[in-house]
């Protein structure tokens, strides 16, 4: 089986940073995509940004400038590194890593942004 972990949540200032991780673990992982997704208080599950091996991104507008997501391979991590958040950026933030036959989702990792 495969198991998805997230690190790295937790309160911070307005205008703050903060980086998540996000690791796969398991046998014959070949891991093709990985994604950040959040949901926020009352509203539904959004993605934030994605990364294929070739290390191809995509971004939510919402985010674009301010994260970035990147990945090693050899270790099938992921991470997001978020800079200047907002409190609207407030959210559990779920990791998914897909391989070529099945998704598989993180616990989620609370990030909260206040002041």
């Known amino acids: 089986q495969v198991q998805v972990v997230e690190s790295g949540g937790g309160l911070v200032q307005p205008g703050g940073s903060l980086r998540l991780s996000c690791a796969a673990s398991g046998n014959n992982l070949n891991i093709y995509l990985m994604g950040w997704y959040r949901q926020a208080p009352g509203k539904q599950r959004e993605l934030v940004a994605t990364?294929?091996?070739?290390?191809?991104?995509a971004y939510a507008n919402s985010v674009k400038g301010r994260f970035t997501i990147s990945r090693d391979n050899a270790k099938n991590t992921v991470y997001l590194q978020m800079n200047n958040l907002q409190p609207e950026d407030t959210a559990v933030y779920y990791c998914?890593?897909?391989?070529?036959?099945?998704?598989?989702w993180g616990q989620g990792t609370q990030v909260t942004v206040s002041s």
């Open positions: 990364i294929t091996s070739g290390r191809a991104t």
């Open positions: 998914k890593v897909s391989n070529w036959g099945s998704e598989y």
